[in-house]
């Protein structure tokens, strides 16, 4: 099963993706997040990098973002960055 | 009677004043294209960090500890008007509509005496209300194309205005702007931007279950996400703007457009008159010379 995944930045809409497992560099710590992730919302580091894989054990793609905060709930992950680099 | 030079002239420089407003016009138009696609590319993420405050701020008991871009300062005496409009006139009524309801909200407050700051974005907003306020004015930007301006520089705005809110330099702060409905509609709108209003019942909006997990913690995340949202509605509101000028400016040179047309109409009609008269006298000077042999 895909995860819904959405990057947004106060711009646009950056990217709406289903993919496997996107890491995510909270504030606390990282954490991976799959399908079926329990419910959560935490702040991101700055300038740290979003890994997001594609499939299972593909190269992940990195992104580099700032300002951010990532929510999880039943309809995905979604990311709010205020800045990102490829 | 004008003479017959004169009123072709006239009727010349209002055709090349015609050929102006009706580039104008095109140009707006296509301006208000990408103005539009730029408001509704901003939206996904103010709906989704707005959802996320709220719903956030309504499981936070408010106290003295919690951030004062919620609670607020505990006063309602100094209310700061950020008033947000263009640099540029010729746009019909955009920018006077967006400082008459400032001013008329500002006169409302001063009769119950409290103290009212601006904090204006546009020249054309700073010139207007200099006229009756000029000594309120506390700090104004001119923010040049409005359909240009990016998240960085409006960053800078939203980090200023919250710095200063946390210094106490005011209690409440307002914030004015245009938003866009349609092409032949703006509204000026009013909107509270700090301390932020809170919707009563938006942690069920969201659909959030009490499961979620927060990290580091709910007051930490908020104190993050507050000034970011002062940030995120100043840029909406900006976008509105960029809208809506060019929407007006499109209404108002389509009417400038079409004036330039009757008048071109009646000076036509005025010249060929003005002609035919000047061959009738010379007609009947002729006929009068012939009668007179």
Known sequence: MPLHFELVTPEKLYRSDDVYMVVVPGMDGDFGVLEGHSPMMSTLRNDAALEIYKTQGATPERLMIAGGFAEVNAGGLTVLAERVEA | MASLKALKMRINSVKSTQKITKAMKMVAAAKLRRATEAAEASRPYAERLEAVV???????SVGPQSPKLL?????NDVHLFVVATSDKGLAGAFNTNIVRLARRQAEALKAEGKTVKFYTIGKKGRDQLSRTFRSDIIHSIEPGDLGKLSFADVQNWGEDLTARFEAGEFDVAHLFFSKFENVLTQTPT??????????????????????VEYEPDEEEILAELLPRNVTIQLLRANRENAASEQGSKMTAMDNATRNAGDMIN????????????????ELIEIIAGAEAL
């Not at chain 2, 609670?71 to 006063?75: F, L, Q, R, Y």
């Not at chain 2, 932020?196 to 009490?210: E, F, K, Q, T, Y």
């Open chain 2, 54 to 60: 709220s719903s956030i701020a309504s499981k936070v």
């Open chain 2, 71 to 75: 609670a607020g300062s505990g006063k």
């Open chain 2, 190 to 211: 009013q909107i509270q931007l700090m301390p932020v209003a809170v919707a009563a019942d938006a942690g069920d909006m969201v659909g959030l279950s009490a499961s």
């Open chain 2, 266 to 281: 009646k000076l036509t009609i005025q010249y060929n008159r003005t002609r035919q008269a000047a061959i009738t006298t």
